[in-house]
T-cell receptor
């Protein structure tokens, strides 16, 4: 199972773009990269998922280099409500053992 | 609406007592998971189940037990053998047999041992 490493915390200001990088050096061929957002006392929520290159949805972009040993979650123009913990999950999402890393606490200020 | 329901939301227990946390899903998902979260910490996997009548230990299974008699249900019992059970417990599910997918989480159950 691919182990992930993320920064423990990041600070930003409203309106800025935030990039959170996750390292996963031993990612397997069948593994996908999924990012989740968690607010206090709530379950994590799915943000975005990708396998390679770039994926974009209405809330974020995910950049994955060719070697897939890392990935970067990009949040455009963050707001105060984006203050949360962000988790990178790497695994074959087919009912296998899915283990989360420690996550990145993002704090957005005015 | 489809989703995952955890109950109770808050639970208090005396030391030495077993307690069972309920997790029900109507998403027709095959795989279900239990995670534990301590204050300021990430999620740690307790048990997971890929199909009915089968489950596997996660990273911190000691002091916990589960059953998977129905596809919709995956209850977690916190036994008296769990030394420090006070925590936030999260249940999740996902369809299996596919290459992609997402974990759907319940709202969590907060257990406090008095």
């Amino acid at each position: 199972l691919a182990k992930t490493t993320q920064p423990i915390s990041m600070d930003s200001y409203e309106g800025q773009e935030v990039n959170i990088t996750c390292s996963h050096n031993n990612i397997a061929t069948n593994d996908y990269i999924t990012w989740y957002q968690q607010f206090p006392s709530q379950g994590p929520r799915f943000i975005i998922q990708g396998y390679k290159t770039k994926v974009t949805n209405e809330v974020a972009s995910l950049f994955i280099p060719a070697d897939r040993k890392s990935s970067t979650l990009s949040l455009p123009r963050v707001s105060l409500s984006d203050t949360a913990v962000y988790y990178c999950l790497v695994g074959d999402i087919r009912g296998n053992k899915l283990t989360f890393g420690t996550g990145t606490q993002l704090k957005v200020e005015l | 609406d489809g989703g995952i329901t955890q109950s109770p939301k808050y639970l208090f227990r005396k030391e030495g007592q077993n307690v069972t946390l309920s997790c029900e899903q109507n998403l027709n998902h095959d795989a279900m998971y239990w995670y534990r979260q301590d204050p300021g910490q990430g999620l740690r996997l307790i048990y997971y189940s890929q199909i009915v009548n089968d489950f596997q230990k996660g990273d911190i299974a000691e002091g916990y037990s589960v059953s998977r008699e129905k596809k919709e249900s995956f209850p977690l019992t916190v036994t008296s053998a769990q030394k420090n059970p006070t925590a936030f417990y999260l249940c999740a599910s996902t369809p299996s047999g596919r290459g992609t997918g997402e974990l759907f989480f319940g709202e969590g159950s907060r257990l406090t041992v008095l």
